[in-house]
């Protein structure tokens, strides 16, 4: 009886253990077979953080690696209303330092609201301050803030990024791609405390940062190009002013400077007019610079020769009922001598031999009425009709700088042609693209577009462009001991009221190269409307260029070769 | 026989672990230097912009002029010469730019 009984005990302490294990079995299965997608998901989600990292927008230096924009870590400030006891003392603590109104930042967090922006992408010493203040309810994050250190200096070469960090203007916009960082999303581990352990896949990169851009930019060139064009646009009280430097060799833009300027890091509260670029957008009639490419075109064609005699007219002669006049009552003189005094009516009648079309293969062989190809946004085309549009006294009109349209940008470059023998090339401001460690991963050569004219026809007008400085318009564009060719312009401005020429609204220009034998500058300077009516492009724009041209060379170390007699030399070491 | 396979798996639960505990002490190390390294990061960008804010050529000229009495010089004072180095013929030396001011010529500020 008794073994029966132990027997028993053991089959139901057997069976109690069976029972209980099959439990076990069972809620394994059900918690690693059955629910284990879904148990897994709800852990992951508990211990673990997707975060959406974009690495920073990539740094534009000059062509000598100095930083002209670049990003930073900014704090941000937000706060959470609903966890604030006193939303009026906080407000009152972070007005000082934020600079931002008491009243302003007690509304914003008097919100029945769980999160609200107090102050974006502030100065890190405001944030330095505030996290020694270490309020409740109120938190900094970091933001990426674009960060313009030369301020105006080249603002509107430079464009700016916007709020978002998009690029919004200038080589900003243009060259988004290179320069936006890559946005990536992260999966951290994170503890019971909610502090991160480390990333999920261990194989997992960080975000790269945008590539760093080379500009073929020279900030001492840019600020000493800025620096005469303020100075002449006060002097002359003119509405605005464009000088522009190349190099007439490769096309490489060494300064583009625009006047008024603006600054990029408060761009906020300005007009888009201020922003925009005058040096490619806005189209001028050029006047009398045109006529450099009309003497190119003539002798090209074999249309004239610098020795060909013209006839002056003593100042006025009439074309298609309308009378054209010249400052310069001139009789007989040769074509080189017509140019160099800025004879309209010799520029007209070099026009009229040229004929309508083959004036208007050459204004397009020198890119007027297309754009340059520039590596900027917002390029204009200018205004070149057809000459199915012309009418009977275009031909003298165009070849007097009148009836057509140019931008800065294609008149410097139809200059820099002349300057290097004949051959136009494509202008261009960056010169080199670098990932963020610096490592080189495109260089931008220098692009030819086509060949305009012989270097013999180029060497030609060399010499009467010279002549325009030494005895011609342009004598104050000259530069002590070296060789300039140029040519001044001055262009009537259409009066808005009386849709007729101005006779006190001008355009005045200069556009030439130094040294005329081997150019290493190409430059126009335009100066838009000066106040006073008998400015011209001799008066008021080839002063800059002589300026700037000497400064220029100089920084470039470039020597006129010229033997020079000092009374006392003092090496400048 | 029996302890030694034991002992043997206590050893191999105890390495398994004492790597799990190392993993997440090596993982806060690594976030606590990323977070040093991101502070460094900043700084650096931050002393960057300070350094090409503060080379700027506007403010170095305004320091000049302002605070050092220096002034521009006046068109024709600077020119360049080409030195010779001694003993080169004068047809084929490498030219090297030397800046000389000619200051016999009235500065500005005269």
Not at chain 1, 61 to 87: C, Q, W
Not at chain 1, 197 to 203: H, S, Y
Not at chain 1, 339 to 346: A, H, L, P, R, V
Not at chain 1, 528 to 534: G, I, L, Q, S
């Amino acid at each position: 009886m008794a073994g029966s009984g132990s027997r028993v005990r053991r089959y139901v302490l057997m069976l109690v253990l069976l029972g209980g294990f099959v439990l076990v079995l069972f809620r394994l299965v059900t918690l690693q077979v059955l629910r284990a997608e879904e148990l897994s998901v709800r852990a992951d989600r508990q211990h673990q953080k997707t975060v959406s990292l974009e690495g920073p927008r990539g740094t534009i230096v000059d062509r000598h690696g100095k930083v002209l924009a670049m990003n930073m870590e900014v704090p941000s400030v937000f706060g959470i209303p609903t966890t604030l006891e006193s939303p009026a003392k906080a407000a009152r603590q972070l007005s000082s330092i934020l600079s931002v109104k008491v009243a302003e930042l007690e509304k914003k967090l008097q919100q029945d609201r769980s999160f609200v922006w107090l102050a974006r992408k502030v100065d890190p010493e405001q944030g330095r301050r505030l996290d020694r203040l270490s309020l409740d309810g109120i938190g900094v994050v970091m933001e990426g803030r674009r960060f313009y250190p030369k301020g105006p200096l080249l603002s509107h070469v430079l464009g700016f990024a916007g709020m978002d960090g998009d690029g919004l203007e200038g080589v900003e916009h243009r060259y988004e791609t290179y320069l936006r960082g890559e946005k990536r999303m992260m999966v951290l581990q994170r503890d019971a405390l909610g502090r991160t352990v480390f990333p999920k896949n261990l194989a997992e990169r960080n975000p790269v940062p945008g590539h760093q851009l080379t500009l073929t930019i020279d900030e001492v060139v840019q600020y000493i190009a800025e620096r005469e064009l303020e100075d002449a646009v006060t002097r002359s009280r003119a509405k605005s002013g464009t000088i522009i430097v190349l190099d007439p060799e490769t096309g490489a833009v060494l300064a583009m400077a625009v006047s008024p300027r603006f600054d990029p890091n408060t761009v906020s509260n300005l007009s888009p007019d201020r922003w925009r670029n005058r040096a490619l957008t806005d189209a001028y009639e050029p006047g009398s610079t045109m006529k450099a490419m009309i003497a190119a075109a003539a002798i090209e064609e074999a249309a004239m020769k610098p020795t060909t005699l013209v006839f002056g007219e003593h100042g006025r002669m009439t074309v298609a009922n309308t009378v054209i006049h010249d400052h310069e009552k001139l009789g007989w003189v040769s074509f080189a001598q017509a140019i160099q005094k800025s004879s309209n009516i010799g520029a007209a009648k070099a026009g009229m031999v040229l004929g309508e079309q083959r004036l208007y293969r050459y204004l397009q062989a020198f890119g007027f009425g297309q754009r340059t190809e520039i590596d900027l946004p917002g390029e204009g085309v200018g205004l070149v009709k057809s000459p199915s549009a012309w009418g009977r006294r275009s031909v003298a009109s165009i070849s007097m700088g009148q009836e057509i349209g140019v931008t800065p940008i294609q008149m410097v470059t139809a200059v820099a042609a002349l300057a290097n023998g004949g051959v136009l090339m494509r202008p261009y401001v960056v010169s080199e693209i670098r990932d963020a460690e610096g490592h080189l991963l495109r260089r931008v050569p220098s692009q030819v577009r086509r060949r305009v004219v012989s270097p013999e026809t180029a060497r030609s007008v060399t010499k009467i462009l010279e002549g325009v400085v030494t005895h011609g318009t342009g004598a104050k564009a000259a530069i002590p001991g070296f060789r300039v060719a140029g040519k001044t312009g001055t262009a009537q401005q259409i009066d808005p009221g009386t849709r007729r020429y101005s006779n006190s609204r001008f355009v005045t220009s200069f556009v030439g190269y130094v040294p005329a034998d081997h150019p290493r500058l190409a430059m126009i300077v335009i100066i838009d409307a000066p106040h006073d009516k008998n400015a011209s492009g001799g008066s008021v724009a080839a002063p800059v260029f002589s300026s700037v041209g000497e400064q220029v060379l100089s920084y470039l170390g470039v020597s006129s070769g010229e033997p020079v007699t000092l009374a006392m030399a003092v090496p400048n070491s | 026989m029996k302890i030694f396979t034991v002992l043997l798996g206590l050893c191999l639960v105890f390495v398994f672990v004492w790597e799990r505990v190392d993993m997440v002490r090596i993982g806060y190390q690594i976030e606590r230097l990323k977070r040093d390294k991101t502070v460094l990061e900043r700084q650096r960008d931050e002393l960057r912009v300070q350094f090409s804010s503060l080379s700027a050529s506007n403010r170095i000229a305004k320091l000049a002029t302002e605070q050092l009495g220096m002034s521009l010089p006046q068109q024709g004072q600077l020119i360049l010469v080409q030195s010779r180095p001694s003993g080169t013929p004068p047809t084929d030396f490498a030219a090297a730019p030397v800046r000389v001011a000619r200051n016999y010529l009235p500065s500005r500020r005269d």
